[in-house]
């Protein structure tokens, strides 16, 4: 079983700017080249695709975050991020990081393997 954690959620008010990380002991390593990515999901919604970044480092996002945020990670690979700035109300969630045994990455919810708990994301007027 693969324990995937995320943390960082904040509450912010809009404008603000929050990031968020995810670890996943014995997941990933320094040789791991897998498919990550960033979902989300409001009350009452469903959960929602906000990025993605294969195992050779190429970055997708959803037309609502674009420019907003940026998926990352460090140069060992050892740990996800999202950066999140320019927040909105909109962007309330509860924000779960995914994981895929693939280089690759598609932007759904059944493509993915391992999930985290979530990790809220709060943005005020």
């Known amino acids: 079983e693969v324990h995937v954690v995320e943390s960082g959620g904040d509450s912010v008010q809009a404008g603000g700017s929050v990031r968020l990380s995810c670890a996943a002991p014995?997941?990933?390593?320094?040789?791991?080249?897998?498919?990550m990515a960033w979902f989300r999901q409001a009350p009452g919604n469903r959960r929602e695709w906000v990025a993605t970044i294969t195992g050779d480092g190429f970055r997708d996002y959803a037309d609502s975050v674009k420019g907003r945020f940026t998926i990352s990670r460090d140069d060992a690979k050892i740990t996800l991020y999202l950066e999140m700035s320019g927040l909105k109300p909109e962007d309330t969630a509860m924000y779960y990081c995914a994981l895929a045994r693939l280089r690759w990455c598609e932007p759904h919810l059944n493509f993915y393997t391992y999930w985290g708990q979530g990790t809220q994301v709060t943005v005020s007027s």
């Open positions: 014995g997941y990933i390593t320094s040789e791991s080249r897998f498919c």
